[in-house]
C-alpha cells in the first residue's frame, strides 16, 4: 500500500505474515527503488537517486513516529507529502 507520494516518489509499506525487521519503508522513484530503515533513516538496500534519496529521508525525519506506529500496529494511513 502507498502511504504517501511526493515529487513523483512513492513511499510504500508492506506487511507480510513474516515481514522481516528492521522496520522499513520502499522508496519507488521511476526504476529506481530504495529500502530506507525506519529507526536509522538510512537507504540499506536499492539505487534510488542521491537528490531522491534525500527527500525520502527528509520526509523520514518528518513522519518516523507515525511510521513506527503503522509497522507494530500493521495498520495503513496515508501521510501528508513532502513540501519544501
Known sequence: PTVSVF?????KMFFK????DP????AVYGEYVGVFDIKTKEM??????GIARG???DWLG???EA???M?????????PPLEK
Not at 505474515?17 to 522481516?20: D, Q, S, T
Not at 522496520?23 to 520502499?26: D, F, G, L, T
Open 17 to 20: 505474515p513474516k515481514e522481516h
Open 55 to 57: 527527500l525520502v529521508t
Open 44 to 49: 540499506t538496500e536499492g539505487d534510488l537517486p
Open 7 to 11: 515529487y513523483g516518489i512513492s513511499i
Open 71 to 79: 509497522w507494530r500496529t500493521q495498520v495503513i494511513v496515508k501521510l
Open 67 to 69: 511510521l513506527e506506529e
Open 23 to 26: 522496520s522499513h519503508i520502499h
Open 62 to 64: 518528518l513522519h518516523q
